[in-house]
Antibody, heavy 125, light 107 residues
Framework: EVQLVESGGGLVQPGRSLRLSCSASGFPFGDYAITWFRQAPGKGLEWVGFIRSKLYGGTMEYAASVKGRFTVSRDESKSIAYLEMNSLKTEDTAVYYC????????????????WGQGTLVTVSS | DIQMTQSPSSLSASVGDRVTITCRASQGIRNDIGWYQQKPGKAPKRLIYAASSLQSGVPSRFSGSGSGTEFTLTINSLQPEDFATYYC?????????FGGGTKVEIK
């Protein structure tokens, strides 16, 4: 069974850091890019960034709103992706979701087909 | 950045109604779009990928169409469990962008 489980959310003060984890199981992690989205309370969905699979260089892309502050990484041995969030702002308060992407290998059928349950990050003093 | 304009932002409908939601892209995105359903407190769920392909396990009353800049999600014979918020998402180019969402409410 395919599963993505986020963890690491919580309450953090502005300017501080937090690291989220996305634990994957039930599929070949190495074949998939991992993408992070977020949703501020009562708002729509926003793309945050992603990391390609090692097969495609493991490179990353980020939204302008988080570039230079957030870093996505992955540990192939543990099938975990991370979202390191630095210099947090109140506007980063949101539920953060991870999802998988293997369209380069399997086509669009394997694009964002499974999502984690989300983890809430609250940035407040 | 590609802007996705979704309409309407909300609608009221009755069980059994046919509902149509539209997303317009600010530039051509081929068929690089998916449709997602989200219920309160839950993660988004993919309904449609590649503009018109039905996600496995999703009821056939859901359908998608369009190519280029105009896309449509149709729900035939709305069911009680379909009351939710729906989003389109383009993956043609980065940054990926969502439509603003359509909240489908009970009339």
């Amino acid at each position: 069974e395919v599963q993505l489980v986020e963890s690491g959310g919580g309450l953090v003060q502005p300017g501080r850091s937090l690291r989220l984890s996305c634990s994957a199981s039930g599929f070949p992690f190495g074949d998939y890019a991992i993408t992070w989205f977020r949703q501020a309370p009562g708002k729509g969905l926003e793309w945050v960034g992603f990391i390609r699979s090692k097969l495609y260089g493991g490179t990353m892309e980020y939204a302008a709103s988080v570039k230079g502050r957030f870093t996505v990484s992955r540990d192939e041995s543990k099938s975990i992706a991370y979202l390191e969030m630095n210099s947090l702002k109140t506007e980063d308060t949101a539920v953060y979701y991870c999802t998988r992407d293997a369209r380069s290998v399997y086509g669009d059928s394997r694009l964002f087909d499974y999502w984690g349950q989300g983890t809430l990050v609250t940035v407040s003093s | 950045d590609i802007q996705m304009t979704q309409s309407p932002s909300s609608l009221s409908a009755s069980v059994g109604d046919r509902v149509t939601i539209t997303c317009r892209a600010s530039q051509g995105i081929r068929n690089d779009i998916g449709w997602y359903q989200q219920k309160p407190g839950k993660a988004p769920k993919r309904l449609i990928y590649a503009a018109s392909s039905l996600q496995s396990g999703v009821p056939s009353r859901f359908s998608g169409s369009g190519s280029g800049t105009e896309f449509t999600l149709t729900i035939n014979s709305l069911q009680p469990e379909d009351f939710a918020t729906y989003y389109c998402l383009q993956h043609n180019s980065y940054p990926l962008t969502f439509g603003g969402g359509t909240k489908v409410e009970i009339k």
